[in-house]
């Protein structure tokens, strides 16, 4: 009989099995676009600096080197699962973002579980929403742990509200597998806690007080004591907001934040107690009470140190005796927990803590092979990220997530707006009394008997629906104060403020739809609004173009073109629009209704193609402001390269040998996992470790491997690591969108497109790939001999070194020469510096030196005997409008008279007399665009020209400003562009007075170029060098009295000189700190009889050369 029952199971049709309808179809479609979106080229992003930290570690695990759980590294889970996956998949790029993205499925698929609350169609549009939020949605198929803890906090929630609904101790065990899970994969665990727990202590509240209670007057004492909480926290609120606006008050304000916070905390206590001593004898009827004691139970243990820090210890030593005293709180603390829990009710708080403490011991001790994680784990992981807040990563302002949401979250941000207006405007009584929730049909939702289960404890259950909204309205709230007010405010913490917008957003969507009566729709035509409303709105934008650009202005083709678009735009808005209006009027709220969904069809199409585009277009560019100290593109084709040359030479893809530093470790520790040959060299690298054929340098260690590839090796530098603009922390940018048409144009293009071509225009700046400003480089170094292999099977790549014979083009004519004389040396003491970086001639021919990092000039002789100094560090926030010192000058120049420097993040020009006495100071922070002349942005360099005229280099304005020796504005030039005339970074700045010619160091666009003294473009020639855009890697150029133009070329260590006409004579020097070599040279300065003078910043010293015989220097046009 068992069999044949068996096969007759096996004979069913599998239609029998379940009930499939039009929403399950529905969710069906959802979840297969989740995983194709997910999992649709995985591994073909570049990795973050945070995924390969995930990655190195989880491959650790995965290769059986172990792992033990760091607080910096946040929770162990991450690591288990992706070393999983590894197991499964392999290790590579893909399987690493295997876990995460199919937990971002399993989010887009949840709403079904909360399809109750939300109302039926409400889960499907938060499904919705949920697969194409852009946040959500990269960060899905991202090796980070913010995807896990959003799953484990939505398992909460539903845990929580199907208690609040049926009272089933389940969903009480269920609770506590989250909660474990979510201090297992993140600190935001906390947060989500805390928002979790005061949301039902207030419920408990609300609830109690609902009730009557023995001594009602105790009722009145609850009232005030809310009262006295709400006054703290708007003083608190208050002061804090006047922070914002004058950080300076601090002082001032701060005792009215001590006081606020203390009316805030003594209110909500007094009320909670007394609301406990007036329902004293009914706790147990509440299930929120019984919600509240379990998850504060689970989570107090995790909050020993709070008290630790308190007391004044350390929560992160663990050495005696501050861990014995640290630990007797911790065992106190979980003593009063579990006695808490066990008073409330033992056998369900058992289980729940069996649970809880079960998934946190097998994770964070990594299966019971690391102890110490305990520790770590449950004092270690809020002490360290309370440590954390004060570091404040990321240094991003307050209002980053408005940012952010403007950018990405749009949708939710916008329906979240509308659904407060929508509750506002409801009926409250209606609304407080839960006869404003989704209409859903439960019956239709799950068949239950829930009521004949738990209810038999007659416990108070809350009206959930209601509940459930008051929550999503707490979490939003708190959410976006929790972590604007955070110390680390980062990218990927936009989905946490996210999530409850999209969960309340798919609700009004949901009662929208809901509210429709579609039958009505269809009898009436109502679905003519749907085919209307579209071409209506175009008519109207066209309508109104036409209005501002003028109509009837005249005859020609273009006015009457106009003219006549104007009267289409006119026809079609009355057609059209007469049309909706006939249709609003007919069927009154129905067609208001359906034109309300069909204008969300806007937003939500735009969110698709903004998710669609960061997604799988823009990914790991810069140009998006989520992607965050993110690995640039490069990097792959670094490793293709590396793989194809170990192919060539070897035989095998990943048998060659292979150094890289400590600068980008985790990165190339996993891209190199599979090198068995691969060097780590740390910092400082030993002559064995740099002979290997390939060297990875990060821009730290460029000094450091310098020396050993100086002859020996081709290079090429890459982008490593690049950051979005944050050009947004200034709130200048906001006062000209109301009023200038461009500004609006140039905020659309980066919005819509990530197009800063326009915004760059305006503001003089520089956002293409190429040159993006925020970036950190590596650079790639090939032995010659095998790159020459190499190139001769057609990898021509390696464009920064093309040529084999020779390689460097200014090799040959390369000249070994010593100086005669070095003086300074690194210190603080007169005649010694920091970080030198121009060198002037005195008339009288004493030598003056801008020390930099010493904020002072230095005077000496011209054998470099120490005169002497004027200066000292001073800000314009510490002056009181009159300058007192200096902020690390870069330029300098003297005349017979004055002394001017370019003091350069004062965004100034101090003049002086020879001996250092203030005469003048002009100049004031800012951008030509809005504050127009002597404004600066750096100046890096000053020359005095004909006529006493003082030519100085903006150098992030991108121009050359010229004055009177006054201060007096006289012109300028230059500008952001490649062509003649324009400049990328002028740092270097020379007169030429027999050829009365301005020479300019045009850094980033690599080249020379000539100008008349008014600003006339003459000649200009490349230089092949000046390839590192950071630093202190600054060129200068100086002038001697036969014509000869010196041109330093910082990250070569060398010198450069040619003629008048840029034809290449000679150059000299190398790495090193003798006296025939350079760690950084920038400023240099010679005399007529050509006597050099060269600031080598990082050698904080100035190397004297007597004049150059140029007899056999080569003459070789940069133009060949």
């Not at 073109?561 to 057609?575: D, P, W, Y």
């Not at 069909?598 to 669609?612: D, E, K, Q």
């Not at 002349?933 to 992030?956: E, I, M, N, Q």
Request: hydrophobic share 45%; aromatic share 14%; charged share 15%.
């Amino acid at each position: 009989m068992k069999q044949t029952a068996k096969m007759r199971m096996l004979d069913r049709p599998l239609t029998e099995l379940t009930h499939w309808d039009w929403e399950k179809t529905l969710y069906a479609v959802l979840i297969i676009v989740a995983l194709t979106s997910r999992l649709w080229g995985l591994g073909d992003r570049v990795q973050s600096h945070d995924e390969s930290i995930h990655t190195k570690y989880s491959w650790n695990l995965y290769a059986g080197h172990g792992f033990q759980h760091d607080p910096l590294m946040h929770g162990p889970y991450l690591f288990h699962v992706t070393a999983l996956s590894y197991f499964f998949f392999g290790d590579n790029d893909f399987s690493a973002r295997i876990p995460v993205a199919l937990m971002g499925v399993a989010i887009v698929a949840f709403p079904w579980l909360l399809r109750r609350w939300l109302g039926r169609f409400g889960a499907l549009a938060t499904a919705l929403f949920l697969l194409i939020s852009p946040s959500i949605a990269y960060y899905s198929r991202y090796i980070r742990h913010d995807i896990p803890i959003i799953l484990w906090s939505l398992i909460i929630i539903w845990a929580i509200f199907a208690y609040l609904r049926d009272g089933r101790e389940r969903w009480l065990y269920l609770m506590a597998a989250g909660v474990s899970l979510g201090f297992a994969t993140k600190e935001v665990a906390f947060i989500y806690n805390a928002i979790f727990g005061f949301f039902l202590i207030g419920l408990f509240v609300v609830q109690a007080m609902e009730r009557r209670w023995s001594n009602e007057n105790l009722k009145l004492a609850v009232q005030i004591a809310l009262v006295t909480a709400v006054i703290g926290l708007v003083i608190v609120v208050i002061v804090e907001l006047s922070l914002l606006i004058k950080p300076n008050d601090q002082s001032t304000l701060g005792w009215l934040t001590i006081l606020g916070g203390l009316l805030t905390g003594l209110g909500l206590l007094g009320a909670l107690g007394l609301v406990l001593i007036g329902t004293w004898s009914t706790w147990r009827e509440y299930r929120s009470f019984d919600l509240t004691i379990l998850l504060g139970t689970l989570c107090l243990p995790f909050l020993s140190p709070l008290p630790i820090a308190v007391i004044g210890l350390d929560p992160l030593h663990y050495k005696a005796p501050i861990v014995y005293a640290s630990a007797a709180i911790i065992g106190t603390v979980i003593l009063i927990s579990a006695a808490v829990g066990l008073l409330w009710n033992w056998r369900r708080w058992s289980v729940a803590a069996a649970i809880h403490y079960a998934i946190f011991a097998v994770l964070f001790t990594t299966v019971f092979t690391n102890g110490f994680g305990l520790a770590s784990g449950m004092v270690g992981s809020l002490g360290y990220w309370l440590a954390q807040h004060e570091v404040q990563r990321g240094s991003q302002p307050e209002y980053y997530y408005v940012v952010m949401v403007f950018f990405y979250e749009y949708l939710p941000a916008l329906l979240t707006l509308v659904t407060g207006g929508y509750l506002a405007y409801s009926s409250g009584k209606r609304f407080l009394l839960g006869l404003g929730t989704p209409p859903s049909d439960d019956s239709a939702i799950e068949k239950s008997t829930d009521d004949n289960v738990e209810n038999m404890e007659n416990k108070s259950a809350a009206p959930v629906p209601t509940a459930f909204l008051a929550f999503l309205f707490w979490w939003i709230i708190t959410a976006w104060g929790g972590y604007s007010y955070a110390g680390e405010r980062m990218p990927w913490l936009t989905v946490h403020i996210a999530l409850p917008m999209i969960l309340l957003s798919g609700w009004l969507v949901g009662r929208l739809i809901e509210q429709i009566d579609w039958r009505r729709v269809i009898e009436r035509r109502v679905w003519l609004v749907a085919l209307l409303a579209p071409p209506f709105v175009a008519a109207l934008a066209a309508f109104l173009a036409t209005i501002r650009s003028g109509i009837f202005q005249g005859y020609e083709l273009a006015q009457l073109n106009n003219t006549l678009r104007f009267i289409g735009g006119l026809l079609g808005v009355l057609g059209f629009g007469g049309g909706l209006l006939y249709l609003i009027y007919r069927s009154g709220r129905t067609a208001t209704r359906v034109l309300l969904l069909v204008a969300l069809s806007l937003p939500v199409f735009l969110t698709m193609r903004t998710a669609w585009r960061f997604c799988f277009v823009t990914h790991d560019y810069p140009t998006e402001f989520l992607v965050y100290a993110h690995a640039a593109p490069a990097v792959h084709d670094t490793m293709d390269r590396i793989r194809e040359i170990s192919r060539r030479v070897t035989g095998v893809p990943e048998l060659i040998q292979v150094a890289y530093g400590s600068d980008g470790s985790t990165l190339w520790y996993w891209q190199l996992r599979n090198f068995p040959n691969a060097i780590f060299y740390g910092e400082t690298p030993s002559r064995d470790q740099m002979e290997a054929p390939i060297v990875i340098a990060g821009r730290n260690q460029w000094d450091a491997v310098a020396p050993y590839m100086d002859r020996g090796y081709v290079v090429d530098t890459y982008t490593y690591l690049w950051w979005p603009m944050e050009d947004y922390r200034n709130l200048e940018w906001l006062r000209p969108i109301l009023t200038d048409s461009n500004v609006r144009a140039a905020l659309w293009d980066i919005w819509y497109d990530r197009d800063y071509r326009r915004y760059d225009q305006l503001a003089g700046k520089t956002h293409n790939l190429d040159q993006w400003p925020l970036r950190s480089d590596y650079r790639l170094y090939i032995r010659r001999d095998l790159a020459g292999e190499i190139w001769d099977l057609g990898m021509t790549q390696l464009t920064g070194a093309e040529a084999i014979g020779p390689i460097d083009p200014y090799e040959q004519g390369w000249r070994e020469i010593a100086a005669r004389h070095v003086f300074g040396g690194q210190g603080s003491e007169p005649g010694w510096f920091q970080a030198p970086r121009d060198v002037s001639i005195g008339p009288d021919g004493a030598v003056y030196v801008v020390d930099g990092l010493n904020h002072r000039v230095q005077k000496f002789t011209p054998e470099g005997d120490f005169l002497t100094a004027w200066g000292v560090y001073s800000t314009l926030e510490m002056e009181s409008g009159r300058a007192q010192g200096f902020n690390d000058p870069w330029g300098i120049a003297v005349g017979e008279e004055a002394v001017y420097v370019a003091d350069t993040w004062n965004h100034r020009i101090q003049k002086m007399d020879l001996e250092g006495n203030l005469l003048r100071v002009w100049g004031q922070f800012g951008e030509y665009q809005t504050l127009g002349h002597s404004a600066f942005y750096g100046p890096r360099g000053v020359t005095l020209g004909p006529d006493g005229l003082v030519y100085v280099t903006d150098t992030g304005n991108k121009r050359v400003q010229v004055f009177e020796t006054d201060g007096t504005f006289a012109f300028q030039w230059g500008g952001s562009g490649v062509v003649e005339g324009y400049l990328d970074e002028p740092v270097g700045i020379a007169f030429d007075p027999e050829q009365q010619e301005i020479y300019v160091a045009d850094t980033w666009n690599r080249r020379v170029q000539v100008f008349q003294p008014d600003g006339a473009f003459i000649r200009q020639w490349p230089i092949v060098g000046w390839d590192a855009g950071l630093g202190d890697e600054k060129p200068y150029l100086a002038l001697d009295g036969q014509g000869h133009v010196y041109v330093t070329d910082p990250g070569h260590y060398r010198v450069l000189v040619f003629d008048r006409m840029g034809n290449y004579l000679l150059s000299f020097g190398r790495y090193g700190m003798d006296d025939r070599s350079f760690a950084l040279p920038t400023g240099i300065a010679v005399t007529d009889d050509g006597v050099i003078y060269v600031a080598d910043t990082h050698g904080n010293r100035i190397l004297v050369f007597d004049p150059l015989n140029f007899t056999g220097a080569g003459v070789r046009s940069e133009s060949e």
